[in-house]
């Protein structure tokens, strides 16, 4: 079947019987063209099917307004909660987001960048995947000068700003609050030590342990993907311990709650036997009973700071002289860690 001819502004000029300039700068908006031939020009481009060649313009331009977001998982609470601040500052901006997802895996990541450097993206928000050994698939990017930002999960680069939160700090914040509560015996489940965020909140677990100087049982350190999956077989090993842990830091809400479920199924209380904590404040930390303590992770802040620094940087606009920003994070404390009134 043959495809319809595609409208021309020689098409609408023909059927209005004007220039093809005066219909270019009605479509335009411009200043220089009576409002009642504006209308007449956009109300014949309606009719007649006329779309506006973007994808020509921008070659012309050598800017396609578009940025390009890489991110772990787009089934993460905290993740969609970073999307939704980079769409609110690039719609504002005039920007859209072309978002791709490389589920923990280097080689889709690798994929994911070269499909963004090939669909001339004017800009890169990225956060790593667990299995990231180096970052030299961003090299293209840079060398032609598209700048990129790192966040949450980063990687050092001189060209690049980092945006994260204190994650050592928040660590530290998260362990000292169960040793407070009483606890002695504190299990950490965390994910990939190749990632910043996993890294730095077990050093905050350790400082925490050796400022108080708790002993730490190497034994109680579980690393896996953080996936309920990988929660409810952390609790599993958490309940084969002897003797078992009096406190649970977890690198995020998912699989603390996973832990949770699991630890009531088996006849264990929350908080009494084992104090819990999470991080990212996700929603189901308000839902599972008891309510859990977690570490607040400012998600649409980080992708509205995220989407500005980039756009700024895109248009030499003023933009933070910084390789890294750090935002605040918060302990929420609830139910689950408890213990002292």
């Not at 031939?37 to 007649?48: F, V």
């Not at 409810?232 to 009096?246: K, Y």
């Not at 859990?292 to 509205?304: D, R, V």
Request: charged letters at 20%; glycine letters at 6%; hydrophobic letters at 40%.
């Amino acid at each position: 079947m043959k495809s319809p001819k595609d409208i021309t502004i020689y098409d609408i000029a023909k059927a209005l019987d004007i220039s093809p300039a005066t219909v270019s700068r009605g479509l335009k908006d411009h200043p220089g063209i009576r409002k009642d031939t504006k209308k007449k020009i956009l109300e014949a481009a309606r009719q007649m099917g006329y779309q506006h060649n973007t994808f020509a313009r921008n070659l012309r331009i050598k800017k396609t307004n578009t940025i390009g977001v890489i991110i772990p998982r787009l089934n993460s609470y905290f993740m969609s909660t970073v999307i939704a601040g980079m769409e609110k500052i690039a719609n504002e901006r005039g920007y859209m987001l072309l978002i791709s997802q490389t589920q923990e895996s280097a080689k889709k990541e690798i994929a994911s960048v070269n499909t963004m450097f090939n669909s001339r993206v004017d800009g890169l928000l990225v956060s790593l995947a667990f299995d990231t050994e180096n970052i030299e698939h961003f090299d293209a990017m840079l060398k032609k000068e598209i700048p990129i930002i790192f966040f949450d999960r980063v990687a050092e680069h001189t060209k690049c700003t980092s945006i994260v939160i204190n994650n050592i700090k928040a660590g530290y914040d998260a362990t000292m609050h169960l040793i407070d509560q009483g606890c002695k015996r504190i299990a950490y489940v965390g994910g990939s030590l190749k990632r910043n965020v996993y890294a730095d909140r077990l050093k905050g677990y350790k400082q925490a342990h050796a400022e108080r100087g708790v002993a730490i049982d190497p034994a109680l350190t579980i690393i896996n993907t953080l996936s309920e999956q990988a929660g409810s077989e952390a609790a599993q090993q958490i309940m084969q311990m002897n003797p078992l842990p009096d406190g649970i830091f977890t690198a995020n809400d998912t699989s603390a709650v996973a832990i949770i479920r699991e630890l009531k199924f088996a006849g264990i209380s929350v908080p009494e036997q084992i104090a819990v904590v999470g991080f990212n404040n996700d929603p189901i930390s308000w839902v599972i009973e008891p309510n859990l303590t977690t570490i607040h992770y400012p998600g649409q802040e980080m992708g509205e700071i995220a989407a500005t620094t980039l756009i700024n940087t895109i248009n030499n606009l003023p933009a933070a002289n910084l390789n890294t920003l750090v935002l605040r994070h918060s302990l929420i404390i609830r139910q689950s860690s408890q213990r002292k009134k």
